[in-house]
């Protein structure tokens, strides 16, 4: 429970708030009306009062039976929540690109369907719904016969919900297409996974920010939290950062993210961030793995870092390492340690079926040309008299296409002219 909570205070914190009280109970069984038993609201409520604190938070999901019983015991003027609307309020606050916004927004109102309250939309139009987009669904809507306020709003989030799908569907279409653009160009993707506040986007940042492999070319229209990079034989591959994991996170919101989560399935590679700073690291560790075989990406190749260790003492290392497997990717993304050698794995990973080539093409032999540039990475060409001469990059499988041609190569099956 501790750990929950202090989690709970880490999500509190990422959304812009700051905790300053605490409320546990052990309960045999939740109380059906308001979760936790009557005179425990009786004292949320003067804790509350005392403290002066604008806002309770569950960590516990509240059912939409519990939400109104709640928020009629402690009153309009204590904003209330649980974990799920914490989470949606802060992929609110992150969401950065079109389809993320309207995917938040559609997991909102249908989060907030089954908990519309007289009390909430009374709320929700007078605060503009912080981090709510939804706030504005409320409307003036017009009332018909017989329908109360409550049936309206039921019926305006129920219209948005319809049009949010349909948008969402004609953004994916624009994405899938812009997706196989990308993947025809043959430009690798590798895809930064972990849990939250792992240090993904700080080790994203510290990859490409640094001199040696920054480029930003290429790619005009990556979306932000994509980048390109250029490994140090010169390759290009693409970069992406994504949502964090979180223990609890409800199936719902899994599913409703799916298409942000595409991006990872899709992915030829992952580097899974963990932050080994943390107690529960290898539960984290645990969560994030579940969770990528959740969603259809458990075959992808993953290479594991522990990140943070410039937090960690002496003794503590000598009591981590031996969990870990042998041999682990140890790195700081804040002040680049172990960074070189991550890259230096990146490259294998993605190369290891390739093989370094220099060929020498008769100029009648355009075919084998068009062949190295489709299949391969083309380094440098020169046009000789002689010939084409190109070094590279090639898949092991068709290197021998171009035996007779092969002017340096490392293969053993194949004589070297
Ligand atoms: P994300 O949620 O996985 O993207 O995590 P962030 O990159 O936003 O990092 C979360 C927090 O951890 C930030 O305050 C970072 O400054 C911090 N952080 C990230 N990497 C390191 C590291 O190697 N060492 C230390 N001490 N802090 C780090
Ligand atoms: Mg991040």
Redesign the pocket.
């Given at each position: 429970m501790e750990a929950s909570l202090e989690e709970l205070e880490l999500l509190a914190d990422t959304a812009g708030m700051d905790i300053v009280g605490t409320l546990t109970q052990n309960l045999e069984s939740p109380n059906p009306r308001t979760l936790i038993g009557s005179g425990k609201v009786e004292e949320l409520k003067l804790l509350a009062e005392d403290l002066g604190a604008d806002a309770v938070i569950f960590d516990d999901e509240l059912l939409p039976r519990h939400q109104r019983e709640l928020e009629t015991e402690l009153g309009t003027k204590l904003k209330l929540l649980d974990r799920t609307a914490l989470i949606l309020d802060i992929f609110a606050l992150h969401a950065n690109t079109k389809e993320g916004m309207l995917q938040v927004e559609l997991a909102q109102l249908k989060y907030r369907l089954p908990r519309l309250t007289r009390a909430w939309t009374h709320l929700a139009r007078q605060s503009g719904g912080g981090g709510g987009r939804a706030g504005s669904v409320g409307g003036v809507g017009l009332r018909g016969p017989g329908e109360t306020q409550l049936e309206v709003d039921r019926r305006e989030v129920k219209a948005r919900i319809k049009k949010l799908e349909d948008e969402l569907d004609k953004v994916r279409e624009h994405r899938s297409r812009y997706r196989e653009n990308r993947r025809k160009t043959n430009v690798p993707v590798v895809a930064?996974v972990?849990?939250?506040?792992?240090?993904?986007?700080?080790?994203?940042?510290k990859l490409t920010d640094s001199n040696i492999y920054v480029a930003d070319q290429l790619f005009a229209t990556l979306d932000p939290t994509t980048r390109q990079l250029t490994l140090p034989m010169g390759q290009q591959i693409v970069l992406t950062?994504t949502v964090?994991f979180i223990q609890k996170l409800p199936t719902d919101l899994v599913a409703a993210f799916r298409a942000t989560l595409e991006e990872i399935s899709e992915a030829d590679l992952l580097i899974h961030?963990v932050?080994i700073?943390q107690t529960d690291a290898l539960l984290q560790r645990k969560t994030v793995l579940e969770t990528l075989s959740n969603i259809g990406a458990g075959n992808i190749p993953v290479i594991t870092v522990y990140?943070?260790?410039?937090?960690l003492d002496e003794e503590t290392m000598d009591f981590v390492l031996p969990l870990l497997e042998p041999q682990p990717f140890l790195?700081?993304?804040?002040?680049g340690?172990g960074l070189d050698k991550l890259v230096d794995s990146i490259s294998e990973q993605l190369y290891a079926r390739y093989e370094r080539v220099t060929v020498m093409l008769p100029y009648e032999h355009g075919n084998l040309v068009s062949i190295f540039h489709e299949k391969g990475h083309v380094n440098t060409v020169e046009h000789l008299p002689q010939g084409i001469r190109i070094s590279g990059l090639l898949p092991r499988e068709i290197v021998t296409q171009f035996g007779a041609y092969l002017v340096h190569g490392k293969t053993t099956n194949h004589p070297v002219s």
């Open positions: 930064l972990g849990y939250t506040n792992a240090g993904k986007s700080t080790l994203l940042n950062d964090g961030v932050d700073s990140n943070k260790i410039d937090r790195i700081s993304a804040l002040n340690t």
